[in-house]
């Protein structure tokens, strides 16, 4: 449960069966507070801070927060923004035992502070910030700013930003992270992320059927199994890639994935023109050529093979769709990544009505626009666009990206979170559908198969870190 991320409104119920079980209210905040001036105190030296405080709970907690402060020797102001008279009543109580002075934004001395906390709006912040509070934040210039859950102006839910946000150092969250914190553009502006413990039970943690998780090895180790004593190559799993004519390199870096990541036999079924491109330049791959799409189809009809990938370096080539819906009717699992999507950018139903069994699409944020324009219009931010998308395609969707995330037809869903930015390189892609594609091969679902690929594929960044390109993800997999 632990790597559950929650939503705003399963955070509001959280907090309410909490409190409805006996804890104090007031008690929750003042931990919030001490958890904030904890990390403080570890991450900064003593010095003059500027506290920013809502009308809600994000500013009773602030109240904490320069309370314990000033106790400490720091040099404190605090600013109220908002109606004093409308304050929610645990913010009132803190509020009042803050012995200092609530400034108004244009009172504030702002020459000699080292630091900002920003207490002002939380997770459920749902409405554009005031013009007053936009221009302030302006003025703090390049203070570090530590956040109380959330930076100001980020969507809790969505990681969108309502108008305007800073950038923050570290914020502070508690109980458990929430789906804005790992969403783009929020995760960047929350700078480092700080999960506390602030007394909340395990057992009072609303948590929807739906609820999206943060993708961790808990939840497909299984797709990782030695072969067992009598297995042989096709026992492993055996994988058909659609070979590009052109942009040979796509298709044998994700053969090349699929074989390492487990696969017994990978097979390349290549135009006639590239077939011997593909023959010289890989040893343990087959290749097989065919002419025209008949020839293709009695190399995908193989009793044997397990799963398919279409669609790395494909290219929009004369019968390029025929054999992407050809690949489709044999319902087998089958991975569509890059052309194999961006093909049906006027014929979505076309693809969608073609699958007859398991299927991922692998679309970064170009080819998402292309397949589901309607979808990604909507600012209802990228968790629920990958949803949407899962539902309507039928598909497993892996909506890639910094914060990739993956999301099956039942709404179920996943987002990444430890990818590097190195694995920004061509390529990258390719390897990543070919990994996909390896472990369908040896009979695992698709949605565990996404996961497991896409986590394992960022931890590869991570290992090869600076300078990696795509052929060194492929040979780090083992």
């Not at 010289?280 to 189809?297: A, E, P, Q």
């Not at 986590?455 to 090869?464: D, K, M, Y």
Request: glycine fraction near 10%.
């Amino acid at each position: 449960m632990k790597h559950n991320l929650l939503s705003v409104e399963e955070m509001r119920k959280t907090d309410q069966v909490e409190i409805e079980t006996g804890t104090d209210s007031l008690w929750l905040m003042e931990n919030a507070g001490i958890e904030v001036v904890k990390h403080i105190r570890r991450t900064f030296s003593k010095g003059n801070v500027l506290i920013l405080c809502g009308p809600g709970n994000n500013g009773g907690d602030g109240f904490v927060i320069a309370r314990h402060l000033q106790e400490m020797g720091w040099d404190v102001q605090v600013v109220l923004f908002g109606d004093s008279k409308r304050m929610s009543q645990d913010a009132l109580v803190m509020a009042d035992r803050w012995a200092g002075e609530l400034l108004a934004p244009e009172s504030a001395l702002l020459s000699d502070l080292t630091l900002v906390v920003d207490a002002v709006f939380g997770t459920g912040l749902d409405r554009s910030l005031e013009p007053e509070l936009i221009e302030f934040l302006d003025s703090l210039e390049d203070l570090p700013i530590v956040s109380v859950d959330i930076p100001t102006g980020v969507n809790g839910d969505t990681g969108l930003v309502l108008g305007q946000a800073r950038q923050a150092h570290s914020t502070v969250t508690f109980c458990r992270k929430k789906t804005g914190h790992l969403l783009y553009p929020g995760r960047a502006l929350a700078g480092e992320l700080i999960l506390a413990d602030i007394g909340i039970k395990d057992e009072n943690i609303q948590v929807d059927q739906l609820s999206c998780i943060e993708n961790h090895e808990g939840l497909w180790s299984d797709v990782f199994h030695p072969p067992k004593h009598d297995a042989h190559k096709f026992s492993r799993g055996y994988a058909i890639v659609a070979g590009a004519e052109v942009m040979t390199g796509a298709t044998r870096l994700a053969a090349r994935a699929a074989q390492r990541i487990g696969a017994g036999y990978v097979v390349i079924a290549s135009p006639e023109k590239a077939s011997t491109l593909y023959r010289v330049s890989l040893s343990s791959v087959i290749v097989r050529g065919y002419r025209d799409t008949t020839g293709y189809k009695e190399i995908l009809r193989d009793q044997r093979a397990d799963a398919y990938l279409i669609g790395p370096g494909m290219g929009y080539a004369f019968g390029a769709q025929e054999r992407v819906l050809t690949t489709m009717k044999e319902g087998k699992p089958t991975v569509l990544d890059a052309d194999a999507l961006s093909m049906f950018s006027e014929n979505q139903d076309l693809l969608f009505d073609s699958i007859k069994g398991p299927c991922i699409m692998t679309p970064h944020e170009g080819e998402f626009a292309k397949l589901f324009p309607e979808i990604l219009s909507r600012p209802i931010g990228k968790l629920e666009q990958a949803r949407l998308a899962a539902k309507s395609s039928g598909a497993v969707i892996v909506f890639k990206g910094a914060d990739t995330v993956i999301a099956d037809p039942s709404g179920q869903a996943i987002i990444n979170s430890n990818a590097p930015s190195d694995l920004a390189t061509a390529g990258s892609g390719d390897v990543l559908a070919g990994m996909i594609t390896g472990l369908l091969a040896q009979g695992n679902q698709a949605f565990s198969s996404a996961a497991a690929a896409v986590w394992l594929h960022g931890e590869l960044g991570n290992f090869c870190g600076q300078g990696l390109i795509a052929e060194d993800l492929v040979d780090a997999i083992p």
